[in-house]
Every structure is written in C-alpha cells, then in structure tokens.
C-alpha cells in the first residue's frame, strides 16, 4: 500500500512538473505574440518571431505530457475536468492551432493584407490561448462540481470574476515572460522597448499575483485554512517572502540593464512560487476539495507500467529541448533566423 501511495504521489509531482514546464516554455513564445501589437514595424516582429521560431512547436511537447498524463494516472480527474472545461479547451487549442499555422503561413504572405491577416492570428491565437489556460486554471481552484463519479455542474459554471480575473493575471504574466526573453535575445533599440514593456507587465504581473493571491483563499475553508491558520502558517510563509524577495529583485534588473539573462530567470523563479502557492491550495486534492489523488488515480500496474515509461523519455525530452536551445543562443539582429 505504501508504494502505491509513492507511485501516485510521483506521478503528481510527475504532471506538475510538466505542466511548470510547459508554461515557462511555451509562455514566453505565446508572450511575444501577445506583444506584437506593440511593435507595428515588420522588421521587429520578423525578429521578435525568429527568437522562438526553431523552438515554438518543441515546447508544446509538455502540453501534450500532461494532457496525456493526466489521462493515463488520473482518468477519473480527467474525466470530470474535462467536461467542465470543455469549451476552454476547445477555445485554447483552436488558439494555438492558429499560433502555429502563423509561424509559417506569416513568412508566405504575398501581400499586406495576408500578412496582417497572419499577424492577427498570432496574437489572438496567443491571447486566447494565454486567457484560457488562466481560466482553466481559475476553474480548477474555485471548485468543480462532482456528481458521484462524474461532472454535475452546467455549460457556463467556468466562466466567474475569478476565472477571469486568472485568465487575465495569466495573460500579463506570458506578456512579462515574453518580454524578458526578448530583453535576453535581442538587442538595440528593439531591446529598449521590450525592456520599458516588461517594466509595465511586470508591475501588473505582480498586481496580479497579489489579487489572485488575496482572493483564493476565500473560495474554499480548507485554502483558508491551509494558509493563514495556526501553525500552518509558518510553514507557507516563506512563499510569499520569496515572492517578493523575487519581485524586488526583478525591479532592480530590469532597471539597472546589465544582466540581459537575470529578468527572464527571475521571473521563471516567480512562477515556479506560484505553482508551489497552487500545490499548497490543492494538496492532497486533485479536484479540490472533492476528488484526492488516490480517488483518481488509475491501478497500481497501469501506472508502473507508464512510469518506467516516463522516466525513460522525460530526460530525453529534457536534453534535447536543452540542446536546441543551446543550439540557437545568443542575441539575434535583423536578417537572424526561420523564414
């Protein structure tokens, strides 16, 4: 019984982990697109699209990881949580397909109107990609209604002020990641402006935190509970020091403009604090505060079987993503890149 307990709580650890990753990967490239509006000038978006160009399609890997993964370790969650979200889900892969047929159609476009056309879906696919992975994730926290071993909520239970309040904290939060990888990639003028960008996004990226932060633990007792009552709280406290530890941190780079790589780092640290912040809301819950890991989780032999699997593959997904991208380092400049 006891290793059936690990095996489930390594695969927790497991999806979470690549669920981080996704985010911190594919986020920074769903930022640039959320930015593009801010660069009018072809030459700034052929650049800023070049910086993710030979990488975009690897990061969505993780996405499919733990789609999947959640599917084979934890089909009753996935069973219940995908009825609940469905029209976020359909909404946020119909993003990203128009994301990712824009990296390529855009450099075929033959004329002004085709190549607007393609710089529009790059951002909305980005937008709303970036907004309904918040939204999914807002929906997640407030509660999903469980009836026996099924969804029992309606068609519009994911749409709430805090489901969009998360949707938008996670769209300026791609917007910060975006920005700093770009202050990391490119130089010159276009680097000052992503800098004064990341500036703004920054300070609204932690307005954000702050909200989402004060407001969660009022939509449950147990997150209430798991935060601010004795001695628990001590336990967690040093997750909101570190966050603005991180915060006041990233000020000063993004201010002082010497260490082109420290924003971008930084702000993957303040991330990684708020998935950790979530994993404290949530534990031992899958489905707060209705189904735990060990309700959903599939047989013992099932997830044996797909854990050998997995640790086999995920430190090969990891060092090939790695090699790519040390594959394409260093700053890019116009005329750099995919066409």
């Known amino acids: 019984m006891e290793i059936s307990f690990d095996l489930t709580v390594a695969w927790a650890l497991l999806l979470a982990f690549a669920v981080y990753v996704y985010v911190v990967l594919d986020g920074f490239d769903l930022g640039i697109g959320i930015l593009y509006p801010f660069f009018p ?23 499919i990881l733990g789609g999947g993964g959640l599917f084979a370790a934890f089909p009753l969650a996935y069973a219940i949580i995908m009825p609940a979200v469905y029209p976020l889900i359909i909404a946020m892969l119909l993003g990203l397909i128009f994301r990712g047929v824009a990296f390529e159609f855009r450099w075929r476009a033959g004329n002004k109107f085709s190549k607007r056309f393609w710089d529009a879906a790059f951002i909305g696919g980005s937008t709303v990609a970036a907004l309904t992975q918040g939204m999914i994730l807002g929906t997640l926290l407030q509660g999903i209604e469980v009836d026996g071993r099924a969804y029992g909520g309606g068609w519009w239970d994911w749409l709430t002020p805090f489901t969009l309040l998360t949707g938008v904290a996670v769209v300026c939060g791609y917007a910060l990641l975006g920005a700093t990888w770009l202050n990391w990639r490119v130089d010159g003028e276009l680097q000052h402006k992503v800098r004064v960008l990341a500036r703004v996004f920054g300070f609204a990226t932690m307005g954000f935190i702050g909200a989402v932060s004060l407001a969660t633990p009022f939509l449950e007792p147990a997150y209430f509970e798991r935060w601010f009552s004795w001695p628990q709280i001590l336990e967690v ?44 809301c949530m534990w031992p819950y899958v489905i707060p505060t209705s189904v735990t890991l060990w309700d959903a989780a599939s047989p013992y032999s099932s997830q044996l079987f797909m854990f050998v699997g997995a640790i086999v593959l995920v430190p090969l997904i990891l060092v090939y993503t790695a090699y790519a991208y040390w594959v394409f380092r260093g700053k890019l400049k116009v005329g750099d890149g995919y066409h």
């Open 41 to 63: 000038r072809k030459e700034d978006r052929d650049l800023m699209m070049n910086t993710v160009a030979p990488v975009w399609d690897g990061n969505e890997t993780w996405l």
């Open 237 to 280: 406290s040093p997750i909101p020091i570190l966050v603005v530890g991180l915060t006041l941190w990233l000020a000063k780079e993004l201010f002082d403009e010497r260490n082109d790589w420290a924003p971008f780092f930084i702000t993957l640290g303040l991330f990684g604090l708020c998935f950790l912040g979530l994993g404290v």
